[in-house]
Nanobody, 127 residues
Framework: QVQLVESGGGLVQAGASLRLSCAAS????????MGWFRQAPGKEREFVTA????????YYADSVKGRFAISRDNAKNTVYLQMNSLKPEDTAVYYC????????????????????WGQGTQVTVSS
């Protein structure tokens, strides 16, 4: 099993930055790609970004491209989400996810690709 714990959420004004962290524990050697998803009130959970096991490949949702950046430190079993130029529409609960699947592809944009999920961290952006 893999446990994921997110941190770094909070309340900020539009235009501000936040950095989310996701710390993994347990059978971390089995992890490959990791991703961030978000869910706003009354909406379905949506893809934000994903990173391959090596960290060399990434995907971003169009809505965050150029503003958000995902990275990972495999020595620390941690993935990060740097969020810049935040907008009110970025308000959501942000979830970290991990998969043991060996390949990184466009399917890493899909919720069903991931076996492990964190509890989420709230990000609120005021206008």
């Amino acid at each position: 099993q893999v446990q994921l714990v997110e941190s770094g959420g909070g309340l900020v004004q539009a235009g501000a930055s936040l950095r989310l962290s996701c710390a993994a524990s347990g059978r971390t050697f089995s992890m490959n790609a990791m991703g961030w998803f978000r869910q706003a009130p009354g909406k379905e959970r949506e893809f934000v970004t994903a990173i391959s096991g090596s960290g060399r490949s990434t995907y971003y949702a169009d809505s965050v491209k150029g503003r958000f950046a995902i990275s990972r430190d495999n020595a620390k079993n941690t993935v990060y989400l740097q969020m810049n130029s935040l907008k009110p529409e970025d308000t959501a609960v942000y979830y970290c996810a991990a998969t043991t699947r060996p390949y990184f592809s466009i399917n890493n944009r899909l919720i069903e690709t991931y076996e492990y999920w964190g509890q989420g961290t709230q990000v609120t952006v005021s206008s």
